[in-house]
Nanobody
Framework: VHLEESGGGLVQHGGTLRLSCAASGFTLDYYAIAWFRQAPGKERVLVSCSNHDGRTYYADSVKGRFTVSRVNAKSTVYLQMNSLKPDDTAVYYC???????????????????RGQGTQVTVSS
């Protein structure tokens, strides 16, 4: 199992970035993919969850600005980030999570594999 993030970089306040998570070694169709971020000195935070059935979850801090999508045929999950703010600065990780069945939204509770992360820096 391997997950690799790409697409991070330096962007100005209000800018956009699209992160990619390339998955290999397993069938993406059967899993949820979580996007986490961790800023220096802060705890890891779940940003978004893409469930196997297409349902999605977003943290309140990114709702309306970030959009997660997946192309199972390409084994890739994307995180489109618009209207970026300096508070979005962090290392972003994607991780394989168990799928959520039922409920109002997918939870991405825990993960068993994650990528190495990609740095996102938003300047003010």
């Amino acid at each position: 199992v391997h997950l690799e993030e790409s697409g991070g970089g330096l962007v100005q306040h209000g800018g956009t970035l699209r992160l990619s998570c390339a998955a290999s070694g397993f069938t993406l169709d059967y899993y949820a993919i979580a996007w986490f971020r961790q800023a220096p000195g802060k705890e890891r935070v779940l940003v978004s969850c893409s469930n196997h059935d297409g349902r999605t979850y977003y943290a309140d801090s990114v709702k309306g600005r970030f959009t997660v999508s997946r192309v199972n045929a390409k084994s890739t999950v994307y995180l489109q980030m618009n209207s970026l703010k300096p508070d979005d600065t962090a290392v972003y990780y994607c991780a394989r999570s168990p799928p959520t069945y039922g409920g109002d939204y997918p939870r991405c509770d825990g993960y068993d594999h994650r990528g190495q992360g990609t740095q996102v820096t938003v300047s003010s």
